[in-house]
């Protein structure tokens, strides 16, 4: 199940980076592209984290939030480049990247954060 719900937002996160942007509705709030990227990369690692543990038979869970992580990171850039190649109206960009990656690092830092809270209250 996890691996077509993941799937799936990928999908849908190509979708909308490779649309061409006369297309999208324009909406004036600064910076609300990078808020955008940031979110579709939060969910994209841990949406592919769920996945690969759910995969995985000995569960080295930070190997596969590394894994996950990187995927997400690999896929943005991957977007960027392929708006400057396949697209006339959008052009990669070294911002988008770098929102990307920081919604790659909050879901990180998440998914960290509760596996130590979870650790804590099967401790108590």
Do not use: Y
Request: overall charge positive; proline content about 2%.
């Amino acid at each position: 199940m996890f691996f077509w719900i993941a799937l799936c937002w990928t999908g849908v996160v190509g979708f909308f980076c490779l649309t061409p942007s006369n297309d999208i509705p324009t909406v004036n709030i600064p910076n609300l592209d990078k808020l955008v990227h940031a979110f579709f990369h939060f969910v994209f690692t841990i949406l592919w984290f769920l996945f690969f543990k759910k995969q995985v038979k000995k569960k080295n869970q930070l190997k596969l939030l590394v894994v996950a992580f990187c995927f997400s990171l690999l896929f943005g850039i991957g977007i960027e480049v392929l708006q400057n190649k396949l697209t006339t109206t959008r052009s990669g960009d070294f911002f988008d990247v770098l929102a990307n990656l920081t919604g790659a690092i909050l879901a990180f830092v998440l998914v960290l954060f509760a596996k130590r809270i979870r650790k804590k209250s099967i401790k108590e």
